[in-house]
């Protein structure tokens, strides 16, 4: 089984509007409200794959209860540790082709609600093979968590798949042991080795950093261009068709779900980064952030293209 963290999850509120009237009322009809966080499309993600996951991390107040409740809804097993305030809101404006988006910070975590969540982490490890850990860390954690986190999954033999950002990944790259995969983008790989990338050479170049030796996957997915890949000592350019693009919000976390699955069944190299740009895609291809539609699996899968470029 596989255990995906979500650490700072939320509800995703989201206002279609024709128009956007600002300091006027803005009054709406059809308003979704669903469970939210990245590690939660990862779950919904390895769900329709097939692979048995649970979902874990913090919840607090009826806004978490809300989350629960549309979990079990959706059919995800979970196991999330209570805290005394209040889950957070992630609201999404749709209005004129525009998204745009009210965040908040979520709850501050304290100390003993922070232990209790790690007893929880450590009772659920012995269940699983594979750990994900997505998205921030709420408010009263130390930006360095995640490196506890993978720390403890390593001394239960437990292999530890990262995607966050910003001080919490240039932190997490500074511990010991190292996250088994990563999947930062072009910005975070620049924000983590401190310079700008321009350009493609730029990038394979950020790639070779020493900063990334001790990892055994680095994944640097490239939107419709697909991704840039180190696999141990080999870098690989993964090409993508062209697909009608409905919604590629979350594609990044199906990504990570797809290459989770690989791992997990122990497929190849080259069939692990397939799957992972199979099931981003087939979310970019959906309306419903992390939903796939597996029908159209194998069709993808065949148009994919791997190839190693280390000595360009
Ligand atoms: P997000 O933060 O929205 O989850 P991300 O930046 O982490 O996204 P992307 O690189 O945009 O992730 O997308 C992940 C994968 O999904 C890509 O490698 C590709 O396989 C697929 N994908 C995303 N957008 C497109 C697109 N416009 N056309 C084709 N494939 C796409």
């Given at each position: 089984?596989?255990?995906?963290?979500?650490?700072?999850?939320?509800?995703?509120?989201?206002?279609?509007?024709?128009?956007?009237?600002?300091?006027?009322?803005?009054?709406?009809?059809?308003?979704?409200?669903?469970?939210?966080?990245?590690?939660?499309?990862?779950?919904?993600?390895?769900?329709?794959?097939?692979?048995?996951?649970?979902?874990?991390?913090?919840?607090g107040?009826?806004?978490?209860?809300f989350?629960?409740?549309?979990?079990?809804?959706?059919?995800?097993?979970?196991?999330?540790?209570?805290?005394?305030?209040?889950?957070?809101?992630?609201?999404?404006?749709l209005?004129?082709?525009?998204?745009?988006?009210?965040?908040?910070?979520?709850?501050?975590?304290?100390?003993?609600?922070?232990?209790?969540?790690?007893?929880?982490?450590?009772?659920?490890?012995?269940?699983?093979?594979?750990?994900?850990?997505?998205?921030?860390?709420?408010?009263?954690?130390?930006?360095?968590?995640?490196?506890?986190?993978?720390?403890?999954?390593?001394?239960?033999?437990?292999?530890?798949?990262?995607?966050?950002?910003?001080?919490?990944?240039?932190?997490?790259?500074?511990?010991?042991?190292?996250?088994?995969?990563?999947?930062?983008?072009?910005?975070?790989?620049?924000?983590?080795?401190?310079?700008?990338?321009?350009?493609?050479?730029?990038?394979?170049?950020?790639?070779?950093?020493?900063?990334?030796?001790?990892?055994?996957?680095?994944?640097?997915?490239?939107?419709?261009?697909?991704?840039?890949?180190?696999?141990?000592?080999?870098?690989?350019?993964?090409?993508?068709?062209?697909?009608?693009?409905?919604?590629?919000?979350?594609?990044?976390?199906?990504?990570?779900?797809?290459?989770?699955?690989?791992i997990?069944?122990?497929?190849?190299?080259?069939?692990?980064?397939?799957?992972?740009?199979?099931?981003?895609?087939?979310?970019?291809m959906?309306?419903?952030?992390?939903?796939?539609d597996?029908?159209?699996?194998?069709?993808?899968?065949?148009?994919?293209?791997?190839?190693?470029?280390?000595?360009e």
């Open positions: 089984m596989i255990l995906t963290i979500t650490m700072n999850p939320s509800i995703d509120i989201s206002y279609p509007l024709g128009k956007l009237v600002i300091d006027r009322v803005n009054r709406i009809n059809n308003v979704s409200k669903t469970a939210g966080g990245k590690g939660l499309n990862v779950t919904r993600v390895l769900r329709q794959l097939n692979e048995p996951v649970k979902a874990s991390g913090m919840l107040g009826d806004f978490g209860q989350v629960r409740k549309h979990l079990d809804e959706e059919g995800i097993n979970h196991d999330f540790s209570q805290i005394r305030s209040e889950t957070r809101n992630s609201i999404a404006i209005h004129e082709g525009n998204q745009t988006e009210i965040l908040e910070g979520g709850p501050e975590i304290r100390e003993n609600e922070l232990n209790t969540f790690f007893e929880t982490y450590k009772r659920l490890l012995k269940e699983v093979n594979l750990v994900t850990i997505s998205g921030s860390l709420p408010k009263g954690v130390k930006k360095d968590y995640y490196s506890t986190l993978i720390e403890e999954a390593d001394r239960q033999n437990t292999k530890t798949i990262l995607d966050t950002s910003g001080e919490t990944l240039a932190k997490s790259l500074q511990g010991n042991p190292k996250p088994y995969l990563i999947k930062p983008n072009e910005e975070e790989i620049s924000q983590v080795l401190g310079h700008k990338i321009n350009t493609s050479v730029d990038l394979k170049n950020a790639l070779k950093s020493d900063l990334f030796d001790d990892i055994e996957w680095v994944v640097v997915s490239l939107g419709k261009d697909g991704a840039l890949v180190k696999h141990k000592k080999t870098i690989y350019k993964i090409d993508i068709p062209s697909i009608e693009v409905i919604n590629p919000v979350g594609s990044g976390d199906a990504t990570l779900a797809g290459l989770t699955y690989g997990s069944n122990r497929r190849t190299p080259e069939e692990i980064m397939r799957v992972g740009m199979v099931t981003g895609m087939l979310n970019a959906n309306q419903k952030t992390g939903h796939i597996v029908q159209r699996f194998n069709e993808l899968f065949t148009q994919i293209s791997v190839n190693k470029i280390n000595n």
